[in-house]
């Protein structure tokens, strides 16, 4: 009986052990500055994506690829509500490795899987990268229950876009997670195409 129950308690522990861990939460971790922004990595994968590319864990795209709301899906309980965000550094990580972040955009109380039926605190914005190019990261928390948007500011002004802390938000309204999570590295175009150019203006004439 000993015997048993002794092998029965390092199967469980070998089990443990063993047990491969998400491809979602090693990528999170590997990644040597989304480690440093997402302190406690997703393990399930949000599927991002945008016209004629597909998002995964790593994907490299081009800023023209991302001005547009990508297509966003995950596994989601219709009896839940979920807050997706989506977010890239303050600063070049060459700079410093930001604890805050630019905020693209942000939905709360999404019923399961339908992200045009939550409430948007924040609009999309596109990606408008640094030389160098970094992550832009997307997270997906699961609610308590319904978050009262009148008790949330607004976020989609783009001085209201800097300095958020996903974390401290996500302390703040009670958020479960994050669930589910993928990121992208956005290449810097030295050269600016006009249809960017007008992001990049918007940004420059927020920030001075
Ligand atoms: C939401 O918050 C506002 C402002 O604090 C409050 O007046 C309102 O009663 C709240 N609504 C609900 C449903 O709790």
Known sequence: MFVFICLTILQLITGYVAAPESMVAQAFQNDKIVSKVVLNPPSELISVTYPGVSIYLGTTVQPLQTLAQPVVSYEGDDNELYTLMFFGPDLPPSVNVPLTQFLHWLVVNIPGRDISKGDTISSYFPPTPYPGGFPYIFILYKQDGMLNTTEIPDMSFILRRPNFSPMEFAEKYNLNGPIAGNFMH??????????LQTFYNILGNAFG
């Open 186 to 195: 956005e290449s810097y175009l030295s050269v600016i195409p006009e249809v």
